[in-house]
């Protein structure tokens, strides 16, 4: 499996059929003497801001805290969940039981509720 075309900002799906947003980061374990592994897929804006440039990981954890959102850092989901590997990510969770969905909830609740017509 090529990691990085394969799974790097393909969409994640829950067990549910439910979308979870896009694989933002790929977490990789070198345990001395063996080959390396695939540990965590990340997903979360502060991850796909590193991929930018470092520092601004942390400048859009510190603005996603000011404006209140419930979860400024990266969700990590081990790689052990993953079901299957397409032109979907399949996962082994449920959505609603994860942060993942936090920042969605929050943007609708404060902005997408306020516009006229945006319910």
């Known amino acids: 499996m090529d990691v990085i075309r394969d799974v790097l900002d393909n969409q994640l799906v829950d067990r549910n059929n439910c979308k979870m947003g896009r694989v ?33 990981e ?6 996603a805290s000011k404006w209140g959102a419930k979860h400024s850092e990266s969700f990590r989901i081990p790689f052990s969940k993953v079901r299957d590997v397409g032109i979907d990510v399949n996962v082994d969770l449920d959505a609603e039981a994860t942060p993942v969905l936090a920042n969605e909830k929050w943007l609708r609740e404060h902005i997408i509720e306020r516009i006229p017509g945006g319910k």
């Open 24 to 56: 933002d980061g790929i977490v990789m374990e070198l345990p001395e003497g063996q080959p390396p592994r695939l540990a965590y897929i990340e997903v979360g804006v502060p991850t796909l801001a590193r991929r930018l440039h470092p520092r601004l």
């Open 58 to 63: 942390g400048w859009v954890a510190a603005l």
